[in-house]
């Protein structure tokens, strides 16, 4: 039974047959559990016919409501029997009972059945039929019996049945499908009719539902289903494609031989059971390990909510290990995963082949939309076609769709054929233009075309904005995972990123606690009315043109403007013809015998890729420096000419082409357009690319510049202005570390923007090694596009050439530096055609988190010229730095190609570079050019670098030069390596209104060489010295000097030496004031360890600077780092202190801080990209502290994320866990966070989550504290779950109520920043761990660990933390300790500062003297001093202790006390010097102790005194002790007369 109400249908319940249940004249009753579907309407009752006596005749069925108690009858009174009635054995029957008036009539309809005429139309398989009206469906009907003929579904006959069942209302579609079964299963159906038999005698009550499609595994789409419209209606407004993805698991014997079938459960109704029958990636589907790829249309149902999956249990293995379902709709934008990971198996776990599975992540992606496009073939002889016949549709702006392939049934392009297509396509707003083609295969591919006629639904109207709904993540305990709530609002809710097809924004996710896997769905939604379909949108195409090499003008490929009615072109532009000449280079090898198209693109699109060629002829001859004519015909204006991208279809593997330019005249203008190129085409030439994008270039500039008549003269004199036209893209590979990942296949990509596409861009030369794409290795590779616009996907695949063409891809990355981006397109799968899923090709999606974004890059050429002297070649790595008036760019390698580096730098060599690197300004103000001195020929003698920069457009440009005339050389000169130049000189050069180029010297205010003496100073320690190799960088405010070797000291020949002073000559461009310095070593030599006092550095001006240091550098002592950052005696400038938060707004883990950090790099430098969101509200402190699994497989690199979700929709937003220099969450480890974002009240739940796709990146959990230390709450999470794409159920996000969270309550806590100042005296810095304790009127913290990091506590230094402390306000006091413990014992401390951030107040503890252990001076108090006032006052205390006057009562031990009052405590007093016995603590005496200088503790309120149980006679008993505070002449009484012992 299935019962429907006024809100949905019900599950098919099945009754159990039982013993004489059913039997003539018998009541059964069964309890059963349903869904609440509010009032009934109906009840559909129906048997499976089996059994030798299955003929039924139900007279009534009552449904007694448990809850409420309400009766419903249900009066049948018919046969369920195939020989009787309308031999149906379903029946649906009316309700009656509480609430309901008037009962729907039941309604017989008639239904004809129409088989096509095609050759084998006929089946012998069950058809089953499903009618569909505005209140409700009919339920699958199967259709046992024809009042036409025995032998049914017969070629060219009609068959005729009747189904009886409650008024549908109006018929809206009709569900046809076959079972397959019996050989000659395939069916061609022309169309079904319905009719209600009460209204036969009139005309317009018969629906017809044309279908003219197979049905049948071996034709068409091999889909044994069709959903149908009544006739006249688009499938616009009703079906849409379904994607379905099933991977089957990698355990053993995981596959199935059995049929499987999926059924789709949405918002607005549901698909039908659909067996999935014709994988398109195996033949042999659901193997192991493998991916099964499936489409069928069928209706929108809206968001998915359910997928019921299973098998028939056929075959010899039947078992299946299904992993997980994959659901794209295309229309949506959506892609849904169905995690599983369990067995469909009658002899596994609990015996199910069949279950429902939940939505566990939602990947979204812009949507498209559908189109309809009917194509009409001419009604004339030889009209039709054979051949493979695509089309592309335009918008105004220029947009497209992809290409469409339309694939074509039998018959479909017939002469006087109307064929009809739908196919999904990116939105392009009103249709423009359309081109058609095809691929000239077939016996018979001529094609003569009347007209095309396309349709798409009309933009949505733009609605009023609502407020954002609350998200319904689905927690823990807030929800079961069997609530309709729960299922419905996790299918809204959950959001992942994208692997493959995914999504370029990263949303959050949510999941449901336990396992999803067979959770019963007890709600479904009856099929709603859909909402009024937006009028569809048509298009007229009127053609009439062959498209055929022997007809007309010879043209296979066309383009169309939409007519009106009257064949009248609707838009103003006409067609063009543009006549192309293509000349090829007169160079040896440049002839070549190819196939070549051009696609020219324009202001308004594009030709399409047109063949250059001869009507009839098959490829083209170009010949070396010939001139070669073409036309391209039939294309629609593309306006303004902005790129020609030129293809190459080599006949053999070795063609090769060098094209010289192609000049493009347009008609009837005659506006001549020149594209220069000279360069090679072919797999086999140097840069391995078949199709280069050309650009516009002015013939007045390239007649100014360009004075040689080389082959590559254009190339080489204008690289700068063409680089500038195009946008380069660095793409780095990472082949994946499995067994066999690598390739011998030929690799390409294609960059997908959002204006535009790239071609095929060939991955033939690494920069980064000669055998590429090689298992665990990265590839660098740089292409060149135009006019792409920010990157929105990267498509990759390979030729499948090759032994070894399987390929693992890990991932990919893009620099696009003149867009100011780097992109992240991860893969982690095979492009293998026995592997994975089959697919070669993968197209992917960016995530957001591995996005960067920085200033745009510009393009420098930089000319370098060798001198012409003997030995004055290299072959080193040449670097440079350019620096502007503000900013510097990234040193940058010349040429990082070691093979290219050969024929690089030579004797008199002239060498010409373009890089692309930040731009500095209007002015580049000095150069930095050196080299890494590694090869065994690297001493370089430069004559002079010249730098030119365009000035906005390629017409004008400066250039920049910088004489040098000297060695870089370690054997020569002064032995630098490294040089700065200055300008020397400065021209503007422009192209003037006549062509001609003009020249203008620039008078530039630079800046000055200068000589710095580096004087390095070494300690008096035992073992200072070092062997090392000591690098040094200089800071000033006019830049830097970039790191040097201090290499040749002019005072000792044994440098860097205990006590030893070293002097340096460094060459540099005045640095202005200098700030600070970066010094290290590179641990090198027996004996590294470095003992650092100070370096002095010495400018022209005799001025000196000290950067004190005072510390070892060494692996082994103190903190272990062997790098420093020093600052200038005085400086007061940042200090780039990983401790200070204010540009962050948050704090990196505590734990994750490492000792080599280097100064200016970031805080975690493989995740500068993930930054924390900037808050324009108020916020508060969390401290978050996350614990990962045990296990060694349990850590992730993946980039982490925190969402903390309140009261009343407060919400912190994603919130960044950024890992302080450290590339992981290493197993086992706590990782602590704290961070600033907005008070969100009561907590409510947390959503942890990263971003890691691949399957090396999952992350298992144990728990996550979150601690509110401004509310004073701390809850405990315990998760316990895979955070991981292939483990568990497949989330990498995890949202946890706050129900299941252990808290507790403390005192609220308050932000401080404590600042610490060292005093600026020598040895003044520490490597001693401090400890600090805070008094206030209202308690005291525990002591707070002030660690050592960096240059905190160092001499002349000035250091801030911040601090979370319980509410204590007014601060009283502070203790400071020092364990003396490491290198440096000592400390001078200046002052503590704290200051409340929540008002600003600000207390001060001075102090100015010396922590030493050999003074016993390792612990101080001070008092607070807020407005100039101390706020405690130092006294002195006497303290009487009175020993009880008992037998034994004295003790030799050691006596100790705190006192506390009011201001707190007076730390531990030790009563070791009585004043008035010599043996203290005797039987009956009192022993006065003197105790001067205490801070005063205000008020006394008790008393903790103990002994250490020293001495034979330990044992005391205490009588009383006085205190008498001095200050206030106040005297404290505490009685004991107790024993201590």
């Known amino acids: 039974i299935q019962l429907y109400g006024e809100q949905g249908k019900s599950e098919e319940v099945p009754l159990p047959k039982l013993d004489h249940s059913f039997e003539r004249g018998c009541l059964d009753r069964f309890n059963v559990s349903m869904s609440d579907v509010g009032r009934p309407v109906k009840l559909r009752v129906w048997h499976d016919n089996s059994g030798r006596f299955s003929g039924w005749h139900l007279g009534t069925v009552t449904m007694t409501n448990l809850v409420n108690k309400e009766k419903y009858t249900f009066v049948c009174n018919k046969w369920l029997a195939t020989d009787e009635d309308f031999h149906e054995t379903c029946r649906e029957i009316p309700a009656s009972g509480p609430g309901i008036k008037t009962q729907p009539p039941v309604v017989a309809y008639k239904i004809l059945v129409y088989t096509g005429k095609k050759s084998n139309a006929g089946t012998d398989a069950n058809v ?98 069709r959903e149908l419209y009544p006739e006249g209606e688009s499938a616009l407004d009703h079906s849409t494609l379904y994607n379905i993805s099933v991977k089957t698991g990698s355990v053993p014997n995981a596959g199935t031989d059995a049929n499987v079938f999926v059924h789709l459960f949405g918002e607005t109704g549901d698909t039908g059971k659909i067996v999935l029958r014709n994988s398109q990636s195996a033949k042999n589907k659901f193997e192991a390990s493998r991916i099964d790829r499936f489409s069928f249309e ?166 009023k904005p609502k407020k954002e709904r609350k998200s319904s993540h689905a927690t823990w305990k807030d929800q079961s995972p069997d609530s309709p709530e729960a299922t419905r609002d996790l299918a809204r809710s959950i959001r992942s990123p994208s692997i493959d097809g995914g999504a370029s924004m990263y949303h959050r996710g949510s999941i449901l606690s336990g396992s999803v896997m067979g959770s019963p769905r007890k709600f479904q939604q009856l099929p709603k009315s859909p909402d009024k379909p937006h009028f569809p ?114 006949v053999s593997w070795k063609s090769q082409w060098f094209l010289d330019r192609v000049e493009i005249d347009i008609n009837p203008t005659h506006k001549n357009v020149l594209l220069p190129c000279q360069r090679w085409l072919g797999l086999k030439s140097e840069e391995g690319q078949t199709s280069l994008t050309l650009v516009p270039l002015s013939r007045d500039v390239m007649e100014a510049r360009v004075t040689s008549s080389e082959p590559t003269a254009i190339r080489d004199w204008l690289a700068l202005e063409l680089r500038s036209l195009v946008t380069t893209y660095t793409l780095h590979v990472f082949t994946g570390e499995v067994q066999h990942a690598g390739t011998d296949a030929n690799v390409y990509v294609v960059l997908h923007g959002g204006k535009d596409s790239s071609e095929r861009l060939w991955l033939r030369n690494s920069e980064t090694h000669k055998d590429k794409f090689e298992a665990g290795k990265c590839d660098t590779f740089t292409v060149e596009a135009k006019d792409l616009g920010l990157l929105e996907a990267l498509t990759i695949g390979h030729d499948g050439a090759g032994p070894g063409a399987g390929w693992f891809l890990e991932t990919v990355k893009v620099e696009a530096p003149a867009e100011g981006r780097s992109y992240g397109f991860p893969c982690g799968r095979w492009l293998d055609r026995s592997e994975d899923d089959g697919l070669t090709e993968r197209t992917l999606q960016p995530l957001d988190t591995q996005t960067v974004v920085f200033e745009n890059a510009v393009a420098y050429e930089i000319e370098t010229v060798t001198s012409d002297k003997s030995g004055a070649g290299t072959d080193s790595d040449i670097f440079v730095v350019l620096y502007g008036e503000d900013c510097c760019t990234d040193q940058t390698s010349l040429e990082p190609s070691k093979m290219r580096r050969k024929d690089r730098f030579n004797k008199a060599s002239h060498d010409k570079f373009i890089l692309e690197m930040a731009n500095v300004g209007d002015v580049v103000k000095k150069l930095r050019i050196g080299h890494n001195n590694l090869s065994s020929g690297s001493g370089w003698h430069l004559d002079r670098v010249v730098i030119r920069k365009l000035l906005g457009s390629p017409q004008a440009s400066m250039t920049y030069n910088f004489s040098c005339g000297r060695w870089l050389d370690k054997g020569k000169e002064d032995k630098a390596i490294v040089r700065e130049l200055v300008p020397s000189s400065a021209f503007k050069h422009w192209v003037n209104s006549a062509g001609k180029l003009e020249e203008e010297v620039v008078q530039l205010a630079g800046l000055e060489l200068k000589r710095y003496e580096v004087r390095v100073f070494t300690g008096k320690q035992s073992g200072s010295g070092t062997d090392a190799n000591v690098f040094c960088t200089i800071y000033g405010e006019n830049g830097d000097t970039g790191e040097r070797k201090l290499a040749s000291s002019s005072t000792h020949m044994d440098k860097f ?3 030893n002073e070293d002097v340096f000559a460094m060459e540099a461009v005045d640095l202005g004031k200098l700030m600070k310095l970066r010094i290290r070593h590179d641990n090198s030599g027996f004996n590294a360890a470095w003992y650092l006092d100070k370096v002095e550095v010495k400018d022209d001006s005799e001025h000196v600077t000290t950067f004190y240091c005072e510390r070892w550098l060494d692996k082994n002592k103190g903190d272990k780092k062997i790098e420093r950052t020093l600052y200038a005696k005085g400086y007061e400038g940042d200090r780039d202190s990983a401790t200070t938060t204010k540009s962050f707004g948050s704090l990196a883990s505590f734990s994750s801080m490492r000792s080599d950090m280097k100064f200016g790099s970031d805080s975690s430098p493989r995740k500068k990209h993930i930054e924390m969101p900037v808050f324009d509200c108020p916020t508060v402190p969390y401290t978050i502290k996350v614990e990962t699994g045990p296990d060694k497989e349990h850590g992730t690199n993946a980039n982490a994320f925190i969402t903390i979700n309140g009261s009343d929709d407060k919400s912190t937003g994603r919130l960044p866990l950024i890992l302080l220099d450290k590339s992981h969450f290493k197993h086992g480890s706590i990782e602590t966070f704290s961070l600033q974002a907005p008070d969100v009240g009561e907590l409510k739940q947390i959503q942890i989550e990263h971003d890691g796709v691949m399957k090396s990146q999952g992350w298992f959990i144990k728990e996550v504290e979150v601690d509110l230390p401004h509310s004073g709450k701390n809850y405990l999470f315990r998760c316990d779950r895979w955070l991981a794409t292939d483990r568990d159920d497949g989330c990498i996000s995890r949202t946890i109520s706050v129900l299941d969270a252990h808290s507790t309550q403390y005192r609220p806590k308050k932000t401080f920043d404590l600042t610490v100042d060292t005093g600026d005296e020598p040895n003044a810095g520490t490597d001693c761990r401090i400890t600090l304790q805070i008094f206030g009127a209202n308690g005291s913290t525990a002591p707070i660990v002030l660690e050592k990091d960096e240059d905190r506590f160092e001499r002349g230094n000035s250091c801030t933390i911040p601090l979370e402390l319980d509410d204590i306000v007014p601060l009283r006091k502070v203790r400071i300790t020092l364990d003396p413990k490491g290198p440096r014992t000592t400390w001078l401390l200046e002052k503590m500062t704290l200051r409340d951030k929540s008002n600003f107040d600000l207390y001060t503890f001075n102090y100015g003297d010396w922590f030493d252990p050999k003074k016993s001076k390792m612990k101080v108090e001070l008092p607070a001093n807020f407005q100039g006032k101390d706020l405690v006052e130092r006294t002195k205390y006497t303290i009487e202790v009175r020993t009880a006057d008992e037998l034994m009562a004295g003790t030799d031990a050691n006596v100790s006390l705190i006192l506390f009052g009011e201001n707190g405590d007076s730390d531990v007093l030790h009563l070791k010097h009585s004043s008035t016995h010599m043996d203290k603590f005797e039987r009956n005496h009192t022993d006065l102790f003197e105790f001067h200088d205490l801070l005063s503790l205000g008020q006394l309120l008790k008393l903790r005194i103990w002994h250490d149980n020293f001495g034979l006679s330990a044992s005391w008993k205490l009588h009383s002790v006085e205190v008498t505070d001095h200050k206030t002449n106040k005297k404290y009484r505490f009685f004991c007369n107790k024993w201590l012992s």
């Open 128 to 225: 089953f039929c499903t009618l569909f009206g505005a209140d409700g469906d009919s339920g699958m009907r199967k259709i046992r019996h024809s009042d036409k003929h025995i032998n049914k579904f017969e070629r060219d006959t009609v068959e005729e049945c009747v189904f009886e069942c409650v008024s549908l209302g109006k018929l809206r579609k009709v569900r046809i499908e076959h079972d397959n079964r019996n050989p000659g299963a395939g069916w061609f159906l022309d169309r079904v009719e319905v009719v209600p038999l009460d209204k036969l005698d009139e005309a317009d009550a018969t629906v017809v539902f044309p279908c003219n499609r197979w049905l049948a595994t071996d034709e068409d789409d091999g889909q044994c289903v």
């Open 298 to 463: 069928s209706a929108n149902i809206g968001q998915l909510e359910k997928l019921h999956i299973g098998h028939d249990g056929s075959g010899m293995g039947s078992g299946w290990f299904l992993d997980k379902v994959d659901v794209e709709i295309p229309t949506r934008g959506e892609t849904y995963t169905f995690s599983a990971h369990r067995w469909l198996d009658e002899n596994e776990l609990d015996g199910k082949i069949e279950i429902d599975l939940f939505p566990t992540e939602v990947k979204e992606k812009p949507a498209q939309i559908p189109y309809e496009i009917c194509v009409t073939t001419a009604d004339e002889e030889n009209a039709g076609s054979t051949a493979k016949v695509s089309l592309m549709i335009y918008g105004k702006e220029g947009q497209k769709t992809g290409p469409f392939t339309l694939k074509s049934r039998e018959g479909d392009f017939d002469q006087g054929n109307t064929a009809r297509f739908k196919v999904n396509g990116s939105e392009i707003g009103e249709v423009y233009k359309i081109r058609v083609w095809h691929d000239d295969s077939g016996n018979s591919p001529s094609w003569l075309v009347d007209k095309i006629t396309i349709a798409r639904p009309a933009p949505a109207r733009k609605k």
């Open 537 to 650: 949108l048509f298009y007229t195409f009127r053609c009439m043109k062959w498209l055929s090499l022997d007809d007309d003008d010879g043209q296979i490929i066309r383009e169309f403007l939409p007519s009106g009615t009257d064949g009248a072109l609707l838009s103003p532009d006409s067609y063009r013809e543009y006549d192309v000449k293509v000349v090829t280079g007169a160079i040896v090898g440049a002839s070549a015998d190819v196939r070549a198209t051009i696609n020219i693109y324009g202001s308004k699109g594009d030709t399409g890729a047109r063949p250059l060629r001869r009507p009839h002829d098959s490829s083209t001859s170009f010949e070396s420096g010939h001139e070669e004519l073409f036309t391209v015909h039939a294309a629609v204006d593309v306006g303004d000419i902005s790129k020609a991208v030129v293809t190459l279809e080599p």
């Open 1057 to 1059: 030496e205990k006590g």
